[in-house]
């Protein structure tokens, strides 16, 4: 049964909604700005995934969710999203009086919860306020069902905070305000992951390893590009010792498919469950390369520095393209080849720089749609 509120609604108040991991982290260096300016928030999960996120918890110090739309899920399969969604809407609606009156709805990404949400707020009246807009891909259905969440979602927002000029752009014709942060909020969660982290060496690397990482529906839903993709795991290992971080409808495809005893039976082949921000970005430094379907993974190698290859034929980031990160196209060829090239070698660890983005979006919340920001 999903939990009730523990306090009720003033006019002062912000909703902060949030369904998976992704979004925690980049949501919670904002939600740590709004405590330090002691701008009054509601927390409530969506409840679309919830593992690891008491460990997110504790690793950037956020207070437990004030209300939990669908406690304990995890919708990681077709059946267990669908059951999400109906009890996803079921709680909403009971909500919606509860909502109304808040200054604004904060939703990140691109995501169902996103969509819902930002549905749900706008049902209830209250400003759709929406983090990481404006990002487009040249297909309305690839990254599907990415790309059409963003457009709904930019529709749908009356504040949209855009990472870069280029997101900023996309929504000239958007209706609202839109702002250009300067940078994802992810680069506030990095450089608390690394400020953490004592002994941070100046090259990464040193541990010798490749890290994957993949959950789009692009890649899992498509049999012959899972298989091509699993296939290329395998071929990985071969070369170098490799950490395959598995998502929870990773490791779903895998046992459905009968690809888990053949990736569980090569050598130098690690199946990893998911793992706190802090341990995961350890992780990333310590290896020689990445391999990943990520749009926060992308953003994070870029950031650091690291080699890092999209496991995509196409993407609507720009993070570090030409850089560090280079795309796959799918092809085995340049897996292969990128593997190789990559394999062993160290690389030099980038200092996270920039404006603190989430507190752009914190003092432009207030002046915006809350209270007028005091001097700090």
Same mark, same amino acid.
């Given at each position: 049964?999903?939990?009730?509120?523990?306090?009720?609604?003033?006019?002062?108040?912000?909703?902060?909604?949030?369904?998976?991991?992704?979004?925690?982290?980049?949501?919670?260096?904002? +939600?740590?700005?709004?405590?330090?300016?002691?701008?009054?928030?509601?927390?409530?999960?969506?409840?679309?995934?919830?593992?690891?996120?008491?460990?997110?918890?504790?690793?950037?110090?956020?207070?437990?969710? @004030?209300? &939990?739309?669908?406690?304990?899920?995890?919708?990681?399969?077709?059946?267990?999203?669908?059951?999400?969604?109906?009890?996803?809407?079921?709680?909403?609606?009971?909500?919606?009086?509860?909502?109304?009156?808040?200054?604004? /709805? =904060?939703?990140?990404?691109?995501?169902?919860?996103? +969509?819902?949400?930002?549905?749900? +707020?706008?049902?209830?009246?209250?400003?759709?306020?929406?983090?990481? #807009?404006?990002?487009?891909?040249?297909?309305?259905? &690839?990254?599907?069902?990415?790309?059409?969440?963003? %457009? !709904?979602?930019?529709?749908?927002?009356?504040?949209?905070?855009?990472?870069?000029?280029?997101?900023?752009?996309?929504?000239?014709? $958007?209706?609202?305000?839109?702002?250009?942060?300067? *940078?994802?909020?992810?680069?506030? #969660?990095?450089?608390?992951?690394?400020?953490?982290?004592?002994?941070?060496?100046?090259?990464?690397?040193? /541990? *010798?390893?490749?890290?994957?990482?993949?959950?789009?529906?692009?890649?899992?839903?498509?049999?012959?590009?899972? @298989?091509?993709?699993?296939? &290329?795991?395998?071929?990985?290992? $071969?070369?170098?010792?490799?950490?395959?971080?598995?998502?929870?409808?990773? %490791?779903?495809?895998?046992?459905?498919? *009968?690809?888990?005893?053949?990736?569980?039976?090569?050598?130098?082949?690690? =199946?990893?469950?998911?793992?706190?921000?802090? @341990?995961?970005?350890?992780?990333?430094?310590?290896? !020689? !390369?990445?391999?990943? @379907?990520?749009?926060?993974?992308?953003?994070?190698?870029?950031?650091?520095?690291?080699?890092?290859?999209?496991?995509?034929?196409?993407?609507?980031?720009?993070? /570090?393209? /030409?850089?560090?990160?280079?795309?796959?196209?799918?092809?085995? &060829?340049?897996?292969?080849?990128?593997?190789?090239?990559? #394999?062993?070698?160290?690389?030099?660890?980038?200092?996270?720089?920039?404006?603190?983005?989430?507190?752009?979006?914190?003092?432009?919340?207030?002046?915006?749609?809350?209270?007028?920001?005091?001097?700090?």
């Amino acid at each position: 049964m999903a939990t009730t509120p523990n306090s009720t609604m003033n006019n002062i108040d912000f909703l902060v909604l949030i369904g998976t991991k992704a979004q925690f982290i980049k949501t919670a260096p904002i +939600l740590s700005e709004m405590d330090r300016q002691q701008v009054p928030y509601r927390l409530i999960y969506t409840g679309q995934h919830s593992e690891t996120f008491d460990l997110l918890e504790a690793a950037f110090g956020t207070r437990p969710a @004030d209300d &939990e739309l669908v406690p304990g899920t995890e919708a990681s399969t077709h059946a267990s999203f669908l059951t999400w969604t109906i009890k996803f809407w079921k709680q909403a609606f009971r909500r919606l009086p509860q909502w109304r009156g808040a200054r604004g /709805g =904060l939703v990140h990404g691109d995501t169902a919860s996103t +969509l819902f949400t930002a549905i749900a +707020l706008r049902m209830a009246g209250v400003p759709v306020v929406h983090i990481e #807009a404006g990002l487009r891909s040249p297909k309305l259905i &690839e990254p599907f069902p990415e790309e059409i969440i963003r %457009r !709904c979602v930019s529709r749908l927002a009356q504040l949209h905070f855009a990472p870069d000029a280029n997101s900023a752009a996309n929504l000239a014709k $958007a209706p609202g305000v839109v702002v250009d942060t300067h *940078g994802n909020t992810l680069r506030d #969660a990095l450089t608390l992951a690394l400020n953490n982290w004592h002994d941070l060496p100046e090259n990464g690397g040193l /541990g *010798g390893y490749a890290v994957v990482s993949m959950h789009r529906s692009e890649n899992l839903g498509r049999k012959a590009d899972f @298989d091509l993709l699993m296939g &290329e795991v395998l071929n990985t290992a $071969a070369v170098l010792p490799t950490r395959f971080v598995l998502h929870p409808a990773t %490791r779903e495809r895998i046992r459905e498919t *009968g690809w888990f005893a053949k990736l569980q039976a090569q050598p130098g082949l690690q =199946l990893l469950d998911r793992m706190d921000y802090p @341990d995961f970005v350890h992780l990333l430094v310590g290896s !020689c !390369c990445l391999l990943t @379907d990520g749009g926060s993974n992308q953003e994070e190698a870029a950031m650091l520095g690291l080699p890092t290859l999209l496991l995509r034929r196409a993407t609507e980031r720009l993070d /570090g393209l /030409g850089d560090s990160i280079e795309l796959s196209h799918l092809k085995p &060829e340049l897996i292969q080849a990128f593997v190789s090239r990559n #394999a062993g070698k160290t690389w030099k660890l980038r200092p996270v720089k920039g404006t603190s983005p989430s507190t752009i979006i914190v003092n432009t919340l207030r002046g915006q749609l809350g209270r007028p920001a005091d001097n700090q």
